[in-house]
């Protein structure tokens, strides 16, 4: 039997007549936790990289614009791309919702190696660390996905799935909340152990690498539960989604970059 739900409004609150919704909260955790985090990681005696408090700030602007750029961007291309070209100013419209994950990670990249070259650091060293961070935002993402009754699961018989009153009566995968567990929660472990207990820290990196592949295999694993893209469907016959090919190709991704770490002296 299936659990019913209320819906939750996507607006947690009004303030001067503003809608602030969950969607942007959960960023804002995000942000606010993963820089106490890096703060935290990045002055512990085993750290391989000093920041002072500006650059710390300034790191963390360039981090918001990648991940919001990146992931906006990410989303036009990959998921809905001749919607948009109809549709140039919906682009701009990112209070609808659709943003990628893929596409933030490139923007992080990017906009970590900007500000790495502009301060003379080491943008994997920087990396590792935004590694062990980024879970953090994972989870109050897929919360608020859950939330905003976003990327649901596929159609289930299994005890836990969900219904949510005045939706469709069709019980469903709660599959943001198994991304949350596992791309948030579990994944999050991972890292910090790694980062904390071994010394792949000392090959600049190699944490990065592995938290690639972790997410991807992850993501590909939750994909079997969730529903593919109204827009898409998908890929394959076979049922490859946009989300499993994406995560494949980062998956590979982060082994040659794990591998690279490793090797080099």
């Not at 969950?22 to 391989?48: E, I, Q, T």
């Not at 649901?152 to 567990?181: C, K, Q």
């Amino acid at each position: 039997m299936a659990i019913t739900i209320n819906p939750i409004s996507p607006v947690a609150f009004s303030l001067f007549g503003l809608d602030i919704r969950w969607y942007a909260l959960a960023y804002v955790a995000g942000f606010v936790l993963g820089y106490w985090l890096f703060k935290g990681l990045m002055n512990s005696p085993n750290s391989r990289i000093k920041l002072t408090k500006k650059q710390l700030d300034d790191l963390l602007t360039w981090v918001v614009f990648g991940v919001i750029l990146g992931g906006r961007l990410g989303y036009v291309l990959f998921y809905d791309f001749w919607y948009f070209m109809a549709h140039p100013l919906e682009i701009f419209a990112v209070w609808h919702g659709g943003m990628s994950f893929h596409g933030g990670l490139i923007g992080v990249i990017i906009s970590t190696f900007l500000f790495a070259r502009t301060q003379k650091l080491n943008p994997w060293s920087v990396l590792d660390v935004m590694a062990v961070c980024a879970p953090i935002g994972l989870f109050f993402g897929r919360i608020a996905n859950f939330i905003n009754r976003e990327v649901m699961g596929r159609p289930s018989d299994a005890s836990w799935a969900v219904v949510f009153n005045g939706d469709t009566p069709i019980p469903r995968h709660p599959s943001p909340l198994y991304e949350a567990a596992t791309e948030g929660i579990l994944l999050f472990i991972i890292m910090y152990y790694l980062y904390k207990h071994t010394r792949l820290r000392d090959r600049p990196g190699a944490i990065a690498g592995i938290m690639g592949m972790g997410y991807a295999a992850f993501r590909m694993f939750c994909e079997l539960f969730r529903a593919p893209d109204a827009q898409i469907g998908f890929l394959t016959s076979w049922g490859l989604t946009m989300g499993q090919l994406l995560s494949l190709i980062m998956f590979f991704a982060g082994a040659l970059i794990f591998m690279f770490a490793i090797r080099k002296k």
